[in-house]
């Protein structure tokens, strides 16, 4: 199960890095408390060919390749925190800039939230975090009716360990291009 | 899309599982009658239990009763029982089942009081001999009322959702989890079931639509109804004492908040207004107020507010977080779950001393709620990485695990008493 939720997050990265300068390491537990990239295990050999520098991205403006959707990436959240990070807006204010030059192109956004709490509060908070989500990408420029949020609460957990590091998979809004 | 969603449910519903259970009870309640159960003469063992067998576990489970060894004695009738063998037991239970030949069994039952030497029940029923235990939860029922002064429980029923890997089913089953019962099985979530307060109807939250869509869902049709379909999610239900409305909760209007809608749909009424998280309403026995669930003071809490809304009254301090609130059947007092150092527990508060009693070692414990005759609290744990089913007396003393053989068991709500 390690390997595979590793292997996402790899996946993630690649599909960040490949379409846009954004997206630190997807979330360690104590992220929140480390706005700066801290530069994680998760940067092994094989992505080297094709992601750009680590230490561009944090001051990067949000510069977009307007080439492909940059979707099937997500943002994640502290515990029991639906305020998009610090770390996360670029990635979102991309997208939303993409969006605003691309208004046929539509994005789902699905809230998640781990399983501390009860089903109902999880559902909501995932809604929340799904809500603030689409909030900063109309501010940077979607179109309200280019985005629709869902919540699937703790219902869909992509990791189902009963530890921090599946948790913190978990508190996860993700990108779905519609 | 409905014709498909129909056969998909058709082919569901009523498959049932028998004896799917592995009970494991602890703890005892302050004094324990000490009682016989006889097997009953004549029974047979259908789905590996006979109806004293049903009768002896269902008095077992409250922790209230010492279950004695018959020890080979096996009178049937009042003229066969010789009471000098009986010391030290207080309360026997007798009778007879009689296959009447067409599909149907007469059951005649007796409970005796060893000490004075006196009848306290006779009753003689008729039943399909499929039913033998729905007769024993019964006849529990009668024995339990008649040596402790409150309603048995073991003839009503329980809901929970069933998870097994990408596959949710809403269950229906037996008070003591057997007789399982599924109602639908879908690929997608199933979350939140209610029992409408006649126990006909289950209200609960399914994802099949995409998105949570609050369902309503006849036990004796199998007909299901959307109650509430909005954009976003729509989600935790709460019948009001008279069935005649729910609560729900809309995230239409941006963050998750309480309304009030007619049972046919109609009628819906914004009852919070807070820009923060309102969720998980429970009506009070008399229908005038709610408690609902809110991070409105920074973390989530227990609140109370007319369910005609207006100002909302916090109600827990203690712990960090606390969660899915229930009224106990008289009013006086709410159960919720509360999550404290990376742990839940099971908690009760008196309304009126604002006493927290945390009823429970701590677990996973979650959506606990009461038995309709307040003795008994029923909630979501987990043993060995499987989510299951536990109940706790309301005191604290009885302590009881249900294990299914299959499937993680979320979100149980215990149904109402049957109007017989």
Request: include cysteine; glycine fraction near 10%; hydrophobic fraction near 40%.
């Amino acid at each position: 199960m390690k390997k595979l939720i590793l292997g996402l997050v790899l996946a993630n990265l690649l599909v960040a890095c490949a379409s846009e300068p954004i997206e630190e390491e997807t979330q360690a537990p104590t992220a929140a408390t480390e706005p700066a990239a801290t530069e994680p295990a998760a940067a092994p050999a094989e992505t080297a060919t094709a992601a750009p520098a680590p230490e561009a991205t944090e001051a990067a403006a949000p510069v977009v390749e307007a080439a492909a959707m940059p979707t099937e990436t997500s943002v994640h959240f502290p515990f029991d925190v639906d305020a998009v990070q610090a770390e996360d807006r670029a990635t979102v204010q991309a997208l939303g800039k993409y969006l605003s030059e691309n208004r046929a192109s539509k994005v789902r956004l699905e809230g998640n939230a781990d399983e501390r709490g009860s089903s109902e509060y999880n559902l909501a908070l995932g809604q929340r975090r799904a809500n603030n989500v689409k909030k900063l990408l109309v501010l940077s420029g979607a179109a309200e009716s280019q985005v629709t949020t869902v919540s699937y609460g703790e219902e869909k957990p992509r990791a189902t360990g009963h530890d921090e590091a599946s948790w913190a998979e978990n508190r996860r809004v993700d990108f779905v291009a519609k | 899309m409905r014709g498909c969603l129909g056969l998909l449910f058709g082919l569901c519903v009523a498959s049932s599982a028998q004896a799917t259970l592995d009970i494991e009870i602890t703890g005892a309640g302050e004094h324990q009658t000490p009682i016989s159960v006889v097997r009953f003469g004549g029974e047979e063992r259908i789905a590996g239990q006979t109806i004293s067998s049903v009768v002896s576990n269902d008095l077992l489970r409250t922790g209230l009763f010492k279950l004695i060894d018959p020890a080979g004695k096996a009178p049937h009738e009042p003229g066969d029982v010789r009471y000098v063998e009986w010391a030290g037991v207080e309360a026997l239970v007798i009778g007879s089942v009689r296959a009447l030949g067409d599909g149907r069994a007469e059951v005649r039952f007796r409970l005796l009081d060893a000490v004075r030497q006196t009848e306290l029940i006779a009753l003689a029923v008729t039943a399909r001999s499929d039913q033998v235990r729905a007769i024993g939860h019964r006849i529990a029922d009668l024995v339990y009322e008649k040596l402790t002064g409150s309603a048995g429980v073991f003839s009503t029923r329980i809901a929970y959702v069933n998870r097994e890997g990408k596959q949710f089913r809403l269950v229906v089953a037996d008070s003591d989890g057997y007789g399982e019962q599924t109602l639908l099985s879908l690929n997608e979530p199933i979350m939140s079931p209610a029992w409408s307060p006649d126990g006909k109807q289950i209200a609960y939250v399914s994802f099949e639509r995409g998105h949570a869509t609050v369902f309503v869902q006849s036990l004796a049709t199998q007909k299901r109804t959307v109650l509430a379909d909005f954009s976003g999610s729509n989600s935790a239900p709460a019948w009001s004492p008279d069935g005649k409305q729910l609560a729900i909760v809309l995230t239409r209007d941006g963050s998750s908040q309480l309304y009030l809608v007619g049972a046919d749909g109609k009628d819906l009424r914004r009852i919070t207004f807070s820009e923060t998280i309102d969720t998980e309403p429970a009506f009070s026995p008399d229908g005038k107020t709610l408690l609902f669930t809110s991070d409105r003071g920074g973390k989530a809490q227990i609140y109370r507010v007319a369910a005609e809304g207006g100002y909302a009254e916090r109600l827990t301090f203690e712990g960090g977080n606390n969660f899915s609130p229930r009224f106990s059947p008289d009013g006086k007092s709410f159960v919720y779950s509360q999550f404290s150092g990376g742990t839940f527990y099971i908690a009760v508060q008196d309304f009126e001393s604002k006493q927290v009693q945390i009823l429970t070692p701590g677990g996973w414990e979650k959506k606990p709620s009461f038995a309709p005759n307040g003795k008994l609290i029923l909630f979501a744990t987990e043993s060995q990485g499987r989510g299951i089913l536990a109940t706790v007396s309301s005191d604290g003393r009885v302590k009881q695990k249900m294990v299914a053989q299959r499937g993680d068991i979320r979100e149980p709500i215990w149904g109402p008493f049957l109007k017989q």
